[in-house]
């Protein structure tokens, strides 16, 4: 493994999400990082499995969630550059007031002042991608026509993405497989050779 290709990801990921205060990347130290051995900022949070911990830091696990799906959509859907390793070991929780460098937001926090605003940590970039304008677009065609139930949309933005028009055929049981009849799901099936 070489390391200096995952401290090029980790800053250009950093440097692409650097105008989010809900979001944190930890900064490379290139003095102390090679080819063998890669050092960051250290930063703490907790897993996001850990609900009861987020709780007990004055977080919302809801919250998190939504804080979460606006950074990884902002990846996908802006800027392109997308971390593609993002399980709950390389994606931490704290709250703001944590990571803030103002003292009285930390005292406020470690005395227990409320809820706080999640801010989502994300670790080892060493698997990161850019995504090409013409994908992200299609990806957000799909993403619509799923969220408007519009099939014949969904069947075109797939065949931008590359999904044959036969597997493409399986998007009504994906999406309204509790509308259809047993025989429609027999029909789709059939037609996506499934």
């Not at 090679?34 to 907790?46: A, I, R």
């Not at 957000?140 to 597997?167: F, N, T």
């Amino acid at each position: 493994v070489d390391f200096r290709a995952e401290a090029l990801n980790t800053e250009r990921l950093r440097l692409s999400l650097a105008h989010r205060q809900d979001v944190a990347v930890p900064r490379v130290f290139p003095q102390a990082s090679g080819e063998k051995v890669l050092t960051t900022q250290w930063m703490d949070g907790c897993g996001l499995r850990d609900v009861e911990k987020m709780k007990s830091c004055g977080l919302k696990p809801e919250e998190v969630g939504r804080t979460l799906l606006s950074v990884v959509s902002e990846m996908v859907f802006c800027s392109g550059f997308v971390h593609l390793d993002p399980h709950p070991g390389n994606v931490l929780v704290r709250p703001i007031a944590q990571a803030s460098r103002s003292r009285f937001l930390q005292l406020r926090w470690w005395l227990g002042g409320g809820s706080c605003a999640p801010q989502i940590v994300l670790l080892d970039a060493g698997l990161c991608c850019q995504l090409p304008r013409e994908v992200r677009v299609a990806y957000a065609a799909l993403w619509r026509a799923l969220a408007k139930g519009d099939m014949l949309e969904m069947q075109r933005a797939a065949a931008h993405l590359g999904v044959s028009e036969r597997k493409a055929k399986a998007f009504p049981l994906l999406l309204r497989r509790s509308e259809l009849t047993p025989e429609e799901r027999r029909k789709c099936r059939k037609d996506a050779k499934l």
